[in-house]
Structure formats: C-alpha cells, structure tokens
C-alpha cells in the first residue's frame, strides 16, 4: 500500500536529517584528525584526540581509530535507510529522533573532548552513553536477530549500534576519570581504587555483552576489550606496576567475552533467536 503524501514528505526530511548531521559528524572528526599532522613541528599541539592530562585510565591514541570504523559502518546505515524499506522501518520509524539527536551530541561530545574541556565533555559523555543505550536496547527488543535475519541488516544496523554503544561507554569512564581524576604524578591510594573499580566495570560491561542474550555481542564487547588493552600499552607510563597488570588481566576476561559471543553468534547462526528477555538460553 502507497505510502500517504504527508509521511511520505516526512520520511524524505528525516533521511535528509540523517543523512546532513552524519556529515557534519564525520566532517568535525575529520577537523580533528587532521590536528595531528602538525605542519610547524616546533608549535605544540594543543587540541585533538590523544591529548590531555595523562592519567591510570588514558589509553593509547591509536584507540581513536575505532572512530573511522564507526563512520564507515554508519555510512552504511544511512545507504541502508535511503535505499530499503527495512532500513527505512528500523532507523526512520523505530528510532525517530534518537539516532540525528545521537549524532549531534556526538559532535558536541567530539569538539569539547578535543579542546580538553573535561566537564563539558563529561556531561556530553553521559547524554551520548544514554541515547547510544535507549537505542542499543530498542533494537535488541525490537528488532531481535534470528538465523533468517537479512546480512543487510545485521551489518548495517545491529553491529554499527553495538559498535557504537560499546564505544560510548568505554568513553564515558575515560571521560569521568579524566574530569574528575587526579593525574598520575598526583595520584594516591583512593584514585587507584576509583581507577581499578572504573576499568573492572568496563570489563564487567563487555562481559554482560556476551551473557545477556545467548548470541552475545561481538561488537560491543569487542571495542571495549580493544579499550582495556589501549589503556594496558599506555599504562606502563603511569601506573604502578601492579596496576599495570591488573589492566591486563581484566583486558584478557573482557577478550574471553569476545570469544563467548563469537561462539554465540555462530551458534544462533545455526538457529534461534537473540533476546534480551531469555531465561536459561530459551526464549520466554
């Protein structure tokens, strides 16, 4: 059935909306990428990813490549939206203005953390987290994945989601540590219990990845593990030794979590369903 002429102008505004703010997203980052190829070496940079006050939980900056990840995978989701009805269903009408609002504190988010502006970026982190988590959520319920799920739309809409919603929490605890921390030369015992408690919640976050539903979440717990190891090759110049490997180890659980949704996701594969709402791997 033909689509009414109203929601059919709507539909076209809400692509267009999408589509705008993803280049305006994808455009701030580029800007701020570009920071890094400082073209009159002996002026220091002073904005941009990998900088900031070094402390327990800064990871390496090689992690903010996740980012060129996350924009290729979003590229699809907007093709995916403009070129199909199912895209059309799961982005424009499921999601509504989640996913142009995710996208405009992304960028808000993005410009704030490269000016090392902590609070600002801090309160940015916890809004991005949220939207990232209402949607994470409405597709997981919504839209659950089965072993007949099209390869269009678990490539194009469920991984760049879980991608992106393991990314915003890895984030949001650099973030909080990063704003309200202390730096390393500065540190005492209670922020070495902060920072150990911050980076076992993240391992503990990765793992929920693979045990909330039977398939896991490959994406998800694979960017945080991906996170934690940042944070373990950059830690040896900050943290105490103990610490150090206490990183590793919880970076190693969070890659156990990877290989259980890998094993998950094959298994479902095979067939059955991925739910939020399953009780002892069935289905209620």
């Known amino acids: 059935m033909a689509m009414p002429a109203?929601?059919?102008?709507?539909t076209r505004k809400a692509r267009l909306l999408n589509?705008?703010?993803?280049?305006?997203?994808?455009?701030?980052n580029v800007f701020i990428f570009s920071l890094a190829f400082n073209i009159d070496a002996d002026i220091?940079?002073?904005?941009?990813?990998?900088?900031?006050?070094?402390?327990?939980?800064?990871?390496?900056?090689?992690?903010?490549?996740?980012?060129?990840?996350?924009?290729?995978?979003?590229a699809g989701t907007i093709l995916y939206t403009q070129w199909t009805e199912k895209g059309n269903e799961i982005v424009i009408e499921e999601l509504g203005l989640q996913f142009p609002l995710l996208l405009v504190l992304s960028t808000l988010w993005a410009g704030t953390w490269a000016r090392q502006l902590p609070i600002p970026s801090f309160i940015f982190a916890v809004l991005v987290c949220l939207v990232s988590s209402n949607i994470f959520l409405r597709l997981k319920r919504g839209y659950p994945l089965a072993a007949d799920s099209e390869m269009q739309e678990r490539a194009l809409v469920h991984i760049p989601f879980s991608l992106y919603h393991g990314w915003t929490v890895f984030i949001l605890i650099v973030n909080s540590f990063t704003s309200f921390g202390p730096t390393w030369f500065h540190s005492g015992p209670v922020a070495r219990f902060f920072a150990i408690w911050l980076l076992a919640t993240l391992c503990g976050v990765s793992v929920s990845y693979a045990v909330a539903t039977k398939g896991g979440d490959i994406a998800g717990a694979?960017?945080?593990?991906?996170?934690?190891?940042?944070?373990?090759?950059?830690?040896?110049?900050?943290?105490?030794?103990?610490?150090?490997w206490a990183t590793f180890v919880l970076a190693f659980i969070s890659l156990g979590a990877v290989v259980k949704s890998a094993v998950g996701t094959w298994q479902v594969r095979k067939g059955g369903e991925i739910r939020l709402d399953e009780v002892g791997g069935q289905s209620v």
């Open 222 to 244: 694979g960017v945080i593990t991906l996170g934690l190891f940042a944070i373990f090759f950059e830690s040896h110049h900050y943290q105490p030794e103990w610490m150090h």
């Open 6 to 10: 109203w929601r059919d102008y709507l």
């Open 44 to 74: 220091p940079r002073r904005y941009g990813y990998g900088l900031g006050k070094p402390g327990y939980l800064t990871p390496s900056p090689w992690i903010f490549g996740v980012l060129f990840i996350i924009h290729l995978m979003f």
């Open 19 to 28: 589509t705008f703010l993803f280049l305006w997203y994808t455009a701030a």
